[in-house]
């Protein structure tokens, strides 16, 4: 049975398996760090708030960074992006860890080394996610996306228990300099592999341009925005956990270095069993009621850990909070995965880096805040309660898997019939199709075009309007503009099967003795006038 499952399972491809491996590699490298951080915080303050800190520390980059970390994902070679980022990785853990064995560490310098780390694994995040469907058929996507679910969680089970061992048995000096090592894998197996094509041709798009064209697609892509809210609802609430892990096993479970990182590796062992589930679940039941089925388990294993002074007890809710970490987060990074098309994936896998880190990070300062002022009890308890509150209030924002056709590029355009080709930085470019429908066809007309409109915004134009002749009935003119030339050559080829499908339609109603009239037009400049472009 476990030879079949392999042979059917993407680790039978070598460059996948390589970078699995490597994948694994770098969370244990990164979450060995930070059980690690946590604990030897706890060894420095008695501050609820201060340790909380640390997981603000670690998470808060992905705030700061995290749309740049996916827009250059996206306009660079992800390859080159996952070497650099685990270099630093590599390099601010060792000096942490050396740090911490000389005796030279404080809570500033611990919050900052960390900061660091957090701001690699940032960037290395989108890269990587992204990175597998590059790798990958589409056919065997969900399954390898499950498997990541699996690398993630099977670090957050062997990390933090591998880490406090060490910490336990030598010191945490040295578990973080062990951990260190655990980045060079990941840094073998991209130098091993061969950078992919540009997912879509032309010039490139530039670093600060590309973080808005990033916000505007999810801006305009129903399915994008319903997972950054669910993604939004859960994270924040969450994030009381693991603010608070550290108290919760020193004061309430009176346990040490060695207990944290058992329930530490028990939420991990419960996330495995949960990432092992996802592909069967989501097959049976739709990904909203997975999302929400695991929002509702989290908020019972939060009671029990809140209630409860007894460590077995606890570790099976840090178990059960495990499964339902993952059936939330690894149903959304499919969505996510499975609904943004290449040229933007990364961005897209940012977004929700983003919503979960930028939680996490804003969440632990405030659950930490509260735990200071009313306890530990009332604030994990409260976060469980948010859970609820907020998947009721966002009962009908619903999550779904994406389509092929919304990723797959739509038909080929034909080459723009244009004597003198506008520079790539020309522009705003205005384009304007008019239509001429009859009476009977208007409302369908109408209707139809109105769904033309976010995709025409997703894929890059700024402003989108359709309007009535007053003059002539049954002229309808659709108008949207582009910032620049070359952003209207990258719009032609970002067009996916599902936005030439929704184009068909309307012109499925257009008079059949009139053809669509398309016409470009470009801001013209002193510059523009000498070259003589029209």
């Known amino acids: 049975m476990v030879t079949r499952s392999f042979e059917s399972s993407p680790l039978t491809n070598a460059v996948f398996r390589n970078f699995y491996l490597g994948s694994i590699g770098a969370a244990l490298g990164y979450t060995m760090q930070a059980t ?27 705030l700061l960074f995290g749309l740049v970390a996916g827009t250059l994902a996206d306009i660079v070679d992800r390859r080159r992006v996952i070497i650099v980022t685990q270099i630093l990785l590599f390099a601010a853990t060792l000096v942490l860890g050396f740090a911490a064995l000389v005796g030279i560490i404080g809570p500033v310098s611990l919050l900052f080394l960390t900061f660091l780390v957090g701001a690699g694994f940032t960037f290395y995040l989108p890269a990587q996610q992204a990175s597998i469907n ?8 969900s399954r390898a996306i499950a498997l990541g679910s699996v690398a993630f969680n099977v670090a957050r089970a062997l990390g933090p228990a591998l880490a406090g061992a060490i910490a336990a048995a030598m010191s945490s000096g040295t578990a973080l300099v062990v951990g260190a090592f655990f980045f060079v894998p990941m840094f073998v197996a991209m130098r091993r592999t061969k950078p992919p094509e540009a997912a879509l041709p032309g010039v490139p798009e530039r670093l600060l341009s590309g973080v808005m064209i990033g916000l505007r697609y999810v801006r305009h892509s129903a399915p994008m925005r319903a997972l950054v809210m669910r993604n939004l609802a859960f994270s924040v609430c969450a994030s009381a956990f693991w603010a608070l892990l550290p108290v919760i096993a020193r004061d309430q479970l009176g346990l040490g270095a060695g207990g944290f990182g058992v329930l530490s590796a028990s939420f991990g062992l419960g996330a495995i069993v949960g990432a092992f589930s996802i592909p069967a679940l989501l097959q049976q039941r739709t990904m909203n009621e997975v999302v929400t ?74 659950w930490g805040a509260i735990a200071s002022g009313v306890g530990t009890r009332w604030a994990l308890g409260a976060s469980a309660l948010a859970v609820l509150v907020l998947q009721w209030l966002l009962r009908r924002v619903r999550v779904a898997m994406g389509q092929e056709a919304d990723v797959v590029p739509g038909v080929r355009l034909p080459e723009l ?109 002193s510059d523009i006038a000498a070259r003589g472009v029209h």
């Open 36 to 62: 690690i951080s946590a604990w030897l915080m706890a060894t420095l303050t008695t501050s609820a708030l201060i340790i909380a800190l640390v997981q603000s520390a670690s998470t808060a980059p992905s």
């Open 134 to 141: 590059e790798l990958v058929p589409r056919a065997e996507l």
């Open 417 to 525: 019939a244009i004597a003198a080709e506008p520079l790539p930085d020309d522009g705003p470019v205005l384009i304007q199709l008019e239509y001429r429908i009859d009476a009977g066809n208007r409302d369908a007309f109408l209707k139809a075009i109105a769904k033309v409109g976010p995709t025409r915004r997703r894929n890059g134009a700024t402003s989108w309007r359709v309007f009535r002749d007053v003059g002539e009935e049954g002229r309808f003119v659709e108008r949207y503009v582009i910032a620049s030339w070359a952003e209207y050559v990258r719009l032609r080829a970002r067009m996916t099967m599902a936005d030439s499908r929704l184009q068909q339609r309307v012109a499925e109603l257009q008079r059949a003795d009139v053809p669509i009239r398309v016409s470009r037009l470009i801001g013209v400049t």
């Open 293 to 366: 089925s695991g929002g509702i388990l989290w908020s019972l294993a939060m009671l029990v850990v809140a209630l409860t002074v007894n460590a077995p007890l606890a570790v099976i809710g840090a178990a059960c909070a495990g499964a339902a970490w993952v059936y939330v987060f690894a149903s959304l990074s499919a969505g996510t995965q499975s609904s943004a098309p290449a040229w933007v994936r990364a961005r897209a896998v940012s977004m929700n880096l983003v919503a979960t880190q930028g939680c996490l990070a804003i969440g632990s300062a405030f």
